[in-house]
């Protein structure tokens, strides 16, 4: 049976349950597919690896001190910050004012880009004493979908209670359900893979938004710049996370349900139950806590009810005990509190008691008894919701025809993170541009991999020409002896279209009677290929909350099966081949294993934002495939049936590094 407790520390009463939650129970894999159990047993495995390192090599506070400035910077480039965007001119407008009386609401947007708008509410009391400078609130809406009217409207009493209290409250629209609505859904359902390659996650724009939203706030002459705060539930939850770790002007934090970990988030597959705007693509692996260690030890009430399917209580609980230990080194334990609320994912009267009373402590200094929180608010009946405020009243555009022309927020996964644009080295110069594009790609890209990747190793006997082999323990992959005498080998990549165990049609002409062939069924493709559902995309997701794609495992596998048939002809020549997806795959491995000595690459995509193409964590944000097509050299190339522009820079590249010769095109 629960228990519920409570306890007064710092004049805050906090409250939560203590139930049986040591573990919550795995979810079960998908079983319609040869690979689901090993997949899900292989991102359980590092999921929980990746989640023990937090605080690893920190024992001090100086210790997180020092680290925190590089944290940060991986932290912002995750989300796709890093560099910082230029703060542009905020171009803030404020269409209309509405007087309630005691408190105003200003209807109003802001650019936190060029053309990118935020369209938000302004809460403030009616009678503040002039020239008085107040404290503030960022408030980051959930998941709450008010058409037109943006899901700031359903977040209204929280505004309306703040400017009550001598607050200002600026209560902003999330991307997604906002008056200008784009996408949170990318890899989630509509299959935009190149986000990852891109390095674009909805996370970072509404972090962003956030950011340029307290520019907005300490811009005003009626407000404290050294006292903001910023909350919000679930999505808001997660972007009160996401804008106090960035930025230290939040003064303090009341995220309420918007933080798990990578074992809630995988194994457990609660990332089914998130849109993509939860998560930065994970590229430094880090364990997920230290998006939270950031705000430390400023203070930070860490908020969560007890049967909330999509934060579940043993996620809770692990995430505030590693919390507790690194505000314990600042001794800053009293800075950060865990309230857990009797209930599933929503509001509750003592969510918002707790909520507005942390505030009131660290901003006003006020330890007082919350005893309002429950006017104002948005009640539901049989006939709908029913709103302090018209919901339509607060619109910033009130028609259809006032949304502004030059807005890019419908299509802002295509400019908001920089795509790198590489020229092709002058004469002389190829070894060191070489040099320099794999060490980004191998900082951003491909952390995940070896510097020298080891044999495959066999997993069990041969089942006549088939072997199942691992490159790395617990990722299983197919190889099949076709012609096992011969001068040279061949590393044939069969993709998702190929027939598993049979040459394709596609080799004819390739290989000659005395050369050795093998076929590579890389995982998740043919015999361990597992269950694809569209949504959520589970697999594929998690992959990138673990620090990488599941493309980056099948570079891994081809490398590590050329190297396993090294290992057996060591005079070998080993020639990998794949038409589409896996002739970029093959370019990859050959690109990170120089035993691979040429690659053939048939009908390439031009390169990685077409839904075709391989993709892998922010490779845009270094080069694209022609550039790594061009890095091969000096091995032999050679591209059939490949789109004209790509050919030609590999070529030209091709031609800088002195081997024009090798790069032939077909």
Same mark, same amino acid.
């Given at each position: 049976?629960? =228990?519920? /407790?409570?306890?007064?520390?710092?004049?805050?009463?906090?409250?939560?349950?203590? *139930?049986?939650?040591?573990?919550?129970?795995?979810?079960?894999?998908?079983?319609?597919?040869?690979?689901?159990?090993? @997949? =899900?047993?292989?991102?359980?495995?590092?999921?929980?690896?990746?989640?023990?390192?937090?605080?690893?090599?920190?024992?001090?506070?100086?210790?997180?001190?020092? *680290?925190?400035?590089?944290? $940060?910077?991986?932290?912002?480039?995750?989300?796709?910050?890093?560099?910082?965007?230029?703060?542009?001119?905020?171009?803030?407008?404020?269409?209309?004012?509405?007087?309630?009386?005691?408190?105003?609401?200003?209807?109003?947007?802001?650019?936190?880009?060029?053309?990118?708008?935020?369209?938000?509410?302004?809460?403030?009391?009616?009678?503040?004493?002039?020239?008085?400078?107040?404290?503030? @609130?960022?408030?980051?809406?959930?998941?709450?979908?008010?058409?037109?009217?943006?899901?700031?409207?359903?977040?209204?009493?929280?505004?309306?209670?703040?400017?009550?209290?001598?607050?200002? #409250?600026?209560?902003?629209?999330?991307?997604?359900?906002?008056?200008?609505?784009?996408? !949170?859904?990318?890899?989630?359902?509509?299959?935009?893979?190149?986000? /990852?390659?891109?390095?674009?996650?909805?996370?970072?724009?509404?972090?962003?938004?956030?950011?340029?939203? @307290?520019?907005?706030? +300490?811009?005003?002459?009626?407000?404290?710049?050294?006292?903001?705060?910023?909350?919000?539930?679930?999505?808001?939850?997660?972007?009160?996370?996401?804008?106090?770790?960035?930025?230290?002007?939040?003064?303090?934090?009341?995220?309420?349900?918007?933080?798990?970990?990578?074992?809630?988030?995988?194994?457990?597959?609660?990332?089914?139950? !998130?849109?993509?705007?939860?998560?930065?693509? %994970?590229?430094?692996?880090?364990?997920?806590?230290?998006?939270?260690? $950031?705000?430390?030890?400023?203070?930070?009430?860490?908020?969560?009810?007890?049967?909330?399917? @999509?934060?579940?209580?043993?996620?809770?609980?692990?995430?505030?005990?590693?919390?507790?230990? $690194?505000?314990?080194?600042?001794?800053?334990? !009293?800075?950060?509190? *865990?309230?857990?609320?009797?209930?599933?994912?929503?509001?509750?009267?003592? +969510?918002?008691?707790?909520?507005?009373?942390?505030?009131?402590?660290?901003?006003?200094?006020?330890?007082?008894?919350?005893?309002?929180?429950?006017?104002?608010?948005?009640?539901?009946?049989?006939?709908?919701?029913?709103?302090?405020?018209?919901?339509?009243?607060?619109?910033?555009?009130?028609?259809?025809?006032?949304?502004?022309?030059?807005?890019?927020?419908?299509?802002?996964?295509?400019? &908001?993170?920089?795509?790198?644009?590489?020229?092709?080295?002058?004469?002389?110069?190829?070894?060191?541009?070489?040099?320099?594009?794999?060490?980004?790609?191998?900082?951003?890209?491909?952390?995940?991999?070896?510097?020298?990747?080891?044999?495959?190793?066999?997993?069990?006997?041969?089942?006549?020409?088939?072997?199942?082999?691992?490159?790395?323990?617990?990722?299983?992959?197919?190889?099949?002896?076709?012609?096992?005498?011969?001068?040279?080998?061949?590393?044939?990549?069969?993709?998702?279209?190929?027939?598993?165990?049979?040459?394709?049609?596609?080799?004819?002409?390739?290989?000659?009677?005395?050369?050795? +062939?093998?076929? #590579?069924?890389?995982?998740?493709?043919?015999?361990?290929?597992?269950?694809?559902?569209?949504?959520?995309?589970?697999?594929?997701?998690?992959?990138?909350?673990?620090?990488?794609?599941?493309?980056?495992?099948?570079?891994?596998?081809?490398?590590?099966?050329?190297? &396993?048939?090294?290992?057996? /002809?060591?005079?070998?020549?080993?020639?990998?081949?794949?038409?589409?997806?896996?002739?970029?795959?093959?370019?990859? *491995?050959?690109?990170?294993?120089?035993?691979?000595?040429?690659?053939?690459?048939?009908?390439?995509?031009?390169?990685?934002?077409?839904?075709?193409?391989? =993709?892998?964590? %922010?490779?845009?944000?270094?080069?694209?495939?022609?550039?790594?097509?061009?890095?091969?050299?000096?091995?032999?190339?050679?591209?059939?049936?490949?789109?004209?522009? $790509?050919?030609?820079?590999?070529?030209?590249?091709?031609?800088?590094?002195?081997?024009?010769?090798? #790069?032939?095109?077909?």
């Amino acid at each position: 049976m629960n =228990q519920r /407790h409570t306890w007064e520390r710092m004049g805050i009463i906090v409250t939560w349950v203590t *139930a049986s939650v040591a573990g919550q129970a795995l979810r079960e894999p998908d079983r319609g597919e040869p690979g689901d159990v090993m @997949i =899900q047993e292989y991102m359980r495995h590092e999921a929980e690896r990746i989640d023990g390192a937090f605080l690893e090599g920190i024992a001090t506070a100086k210790d997180w001190r020092d *680290a925190r400035p590089a944290l $940060l910077e991986e932290y912002l480039y995750m989300l796709g910050l890093w560099p910082l965007p230029a703060k542009t001119d905020l171009h803030v407008q404020v269409t209309g004012t509405l007087d309630r009386g005691d408190f105003l609401v200003d209807k109003l947007h802001y650019q936190s880009r060029p053309g990118l708008y935020v369209t938000a509410n302004l809460y403030r009391p009616k009678h503040a004493e002039p020239g008085k400078r107040l404290p503030a @609130i960022l408030y980051v809406c959930g998941h709450s979908n008010m058409g037109r009217d943006g899901n700031k409207t359903n977040y209204q009493a929280h505004g309306i209670w703040f400017a009550r209290h001598g607050y200002i #409250c600026l209560t902003v629209d999330t991307l997604q359900l906002g008056e200008i609505a784009s996408i !949170h859904h990318g890899t989630y359902r509509e299959k935009r893979w190149w986000w /990852h390659s891109r390095g674009y996650t909805p996370a970072g724009v509404e972090c962003w938004n956030g950011i340029r939203g @307290i520019d907005y706030l +300490i811009s005003r002459p009626d407000v404290d710049p050294e006292r903001i705060g910023v909350t919000g539930i679930s999505g808001g939850g997660a972007a009160t996370f996401w804008v106090a770790a960035a930025d230290e002007r939040v003064k303090v934090a009341v995220p309420v349900s918007g933080m798990a970990d990578l074992v809630s988030y995988v194994p457990h597959r609660v990332i089914n139950g !998130h849109c993509d705007c939860m998560f930065m693509h %994970n590229a430094f692996s880090w364990p997920w806590t230290q998006i939270a260690a $950031l705000v430390a030890p400023r203070p930070l009430l860490f908020v969560n009810s007890d049967q909330d399917r @999509i934060f579940p209580m043993d996620a809770n609980e692990r995430v505030i005990n590693r919390l507790e230990r $690194l505000y314990s080194l600042f001794g800053a334990g !009293h800075h950060l509190e *865990a309230m857990v609320s009797i209930g599933g994912h929503a509001y509750r009267e003592d +969510i918002r008691k707790g909520a507005y009373r942390f505030l009131n402590i660290y901003l006003k200094g006020d330890p007082s008894e919350v005893t309002d929180s429950e006017i104002d608010l948005v009640f539901e009946d049989d006939d709908g919701k029913d709103f302090p405020i018209p919901r339509e009243e607060l619109r910033v555009f009130p028609a259809d025809s006032d949304l502004p022309t030059d807005a890019l927020n419908a299509e802002i996964d295509r400019h &908001f993170v920089p795509m790198a644009s590489v020229a092709v080295p002058a004469a002389g110069e190829f070894d060191s541009w070489k040099q320099g594009l794999l060490a980004e790609l191998r900082r951003v890209t491909f952390r995940r991999l070896p510097e020298r990747m080891a044999p495959a190793q066999p997993v069990g006997e041969p089942d006549g020409p088939d072997q199942r082999l691992t490159a790395e323990e617990g990722a299983e992959y197919l190889l099949t002896v076709l012609r096992a005498e011969g001068k040279r080998s061949w590393l044939v990549v069969l993709g998702e279209d190929d027939q598993p165990g049979t040459s394709p049609a596609w080799m004819e002409g390739l290989a000659q009677a005395d050369d050795r +062939i093998y076929l #590579c069924e890389p995982r998740g493709i043919g015999r361990t290929r597992w269950t694809r559902k569209n949504p959520p995309n589970y697999v594929e997701r998690c992959h990138a909350l673990l620090g990488w794609t599941v493309d980056t495992g099948r570079v891994w596998d081809i490398a590590a099966a050329a190297r &396993f048939i090294r290992q057996r /002809h060591s005079s070998e020549n080993i020639q990998v081949v794949g038409r589409g997806p896996g002739g970029v795959l093959g370019a990859y *491995a050959a690109l990170f294993e120089p035993e691979i000595t040429g690659a053939v690459v048939l009908a390439p995509p031009t390169g990685h934002m077409e839904a075709q193409a391989p =993709q892998f964590l %922010n490779v845009l944000r270094v080069c694209d495939l022609p550039e790594v097509l061009g890095m091969l050299a000096p091995r032999p190339l050679i591209l059939r049936q490949a789109p004209q522009a $790509l050919a030609a820079k590999a070529r030209a590249i091709y031609n800088a590094a002195g081997v024009k010769s090798k #790069c032939t095109t077909e």
